[in-house]
């Protein structure tokens, strides 16, 4: 294994001045982190550990709720006001990974966990994620976990976090700190599409650290639903996911909130699916023709492409149980 020093830090400001040094890198759960260290995946030179900060509160504010980044999986999905009033938010976390890990593993490292593509994972291949300019065995290779919406030539790794979902269709904000101060940055617009740089994965700059994330209240987030499906009941990341949020008044949706999981190559907002929706009569008719519209410009691959159909079903039953039910089924 890669030799690493290891330090706490007890202030937030100490972490990002630690953090500014080149090969160093925070640790929160390290559900994700120690995992790829211990295969070489990851070479850190200085581990610092964030879990003393004073970061994981769930707390809510005069616009929604602020989930701070060390609050632990399994801690948000609990919250009696995450529950309520975002519950797609309660059901992505209570969809991923397992109990032992949601205990462990933090929203912010949640944000930033790697793709669990194979190659991705596995140094006997080339992977222009790992390694830029060495190639994509994924393309013409074993791609059935992987991404049908958002690829490019260098890359189709799909973005592993469910929660990240959810997040995008409610409009989350990242909260950043860094040297140069904090900024906040929608979530839409945090993990980046692969294009020709497929290893820059999020807007995080060196030495910026995530300190919390804003969820803004509202109508479609209260009534919503994440739909996961999978190889597996538990311990399994998505084949294809759905984070859908209506708000309906007298069976017109006057708003829809629609993200997909599992498809896309980070977290994807399905806005045609929205335009579809909105101002429409909640129907069987109206939720096919958003899932239609969802779909639109997939690219599948050898092994991927029932992952069209799967999604636009997926989606189609996430809206189903949220008119039905207010989303919680
Ligand atoms: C078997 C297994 C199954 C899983 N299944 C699922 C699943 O179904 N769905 C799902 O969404 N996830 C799943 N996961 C992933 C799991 O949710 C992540 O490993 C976890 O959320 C990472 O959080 P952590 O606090 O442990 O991060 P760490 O491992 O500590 O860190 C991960 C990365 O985030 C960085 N980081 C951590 N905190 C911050 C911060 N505040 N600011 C900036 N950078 C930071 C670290 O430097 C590191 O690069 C699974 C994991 C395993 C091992
Ligand atoms: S899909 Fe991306 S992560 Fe997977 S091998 Fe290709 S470049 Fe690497």
Redesign the pocket.
């Known amino acids: 294994m890669h030799p690493f020093s290891f330090s706490q830090a007890e202030h937030v400001d100490v972490a990002i001045a630690s953090l500014n040094i080149s090969g160093a890198?925070?640790?929160?759960?390290?559900?994700?982190?120690?995992?790829?260290i211990r295969i070489g995946v990851?070479t850190?030179n200085q581990l610092i550990d964030?879990n003393q900060l004073p970061?994981a509160a769930v707390e809510e504010t005069s616009q929604g709720v602020r989930i701070n980044?060390?609050a632990?999986?399994s801690a948000v999905a609990d919250a009696t006001l995450v529950r309520d009033r975002y519950p797609m938010v309660s059901q992505?976390?209570l969809?991923?990974?397992?109990p032992q890990?949601?205990n462990?593993?933090?929203?912010?490292?949640?944000?930033?966990?790697?793709t669990?593509c194979p190659y991705f994972r596995d140094q006997a291949f080339p992977c222009n994620k790992r390694q830029p300019g060495t190639g994509c065995p994924a393309i013409e290779g074993e791609n059935r976990m992987h991404a049908i919406l958002g690829t490019s030539r260098q890359c189709i790794a799909t973005h592993?976090?469910?929660?990240?979902v959810a997040l995008v269709a409610l409009d989350a904000v990242v909260q950043?700190r860094g040297p140069d101060g904090e900024r906040s940055i929608p979530i839409a617009s945090f993990h980046l599409l692969p294009g020709d740089t497929p290893e820059r994965e999020t807007v995080?700059q060196p030495g910026?650290?995530?300190?919390a994330v804003e969820v803004p209240a509202s109508d479609a987030a209260t009534q919503s639903h994440y739909l996961?499906v999978?190889d597996r009941a538990s311990?399994?990341?998505?084949l294809v996911s759905a984070a859908v949020g209506l708000d309906v008044d007298q069976g017109i949706v006057q708003s829809a909130r629609v993200a997909l999981g599992g498809v896309g190559t980070k977290p994807w907002r399905a806005y045609q699916a929205e335009t579809v929706l909105q101002g429409q009569s909640i129907s069987d008719e109206t939720f096919t023709a958003a899932a239609e519209a969802a779909l639109q410009g997939a690219i599948p691959r050898e092994h991927n492409a029932f992952k069209i159909e799967l999604a636009k079903r997926t989606l189609v039953r996430a809206l189903s149980t949220v008119a039905q039910t207010g989303g919680r089924a």
């Open positions: 890198k925070v640790i929160a759960g390290g559900t994700n982190l120690v995992d790829l990851e850190p964030i970061l980044a060390l632990r999986m992505a976390l969809n991923s990974a397992s890990l949601r462990m593993a933090s929203i912010g490292g949640n944000l930033m966990q790697r669990r592993p976090s469910d929660l990240a950043l995080l910026e650290l995530i300190i996961k999978r311990y399994e990341f998505a």
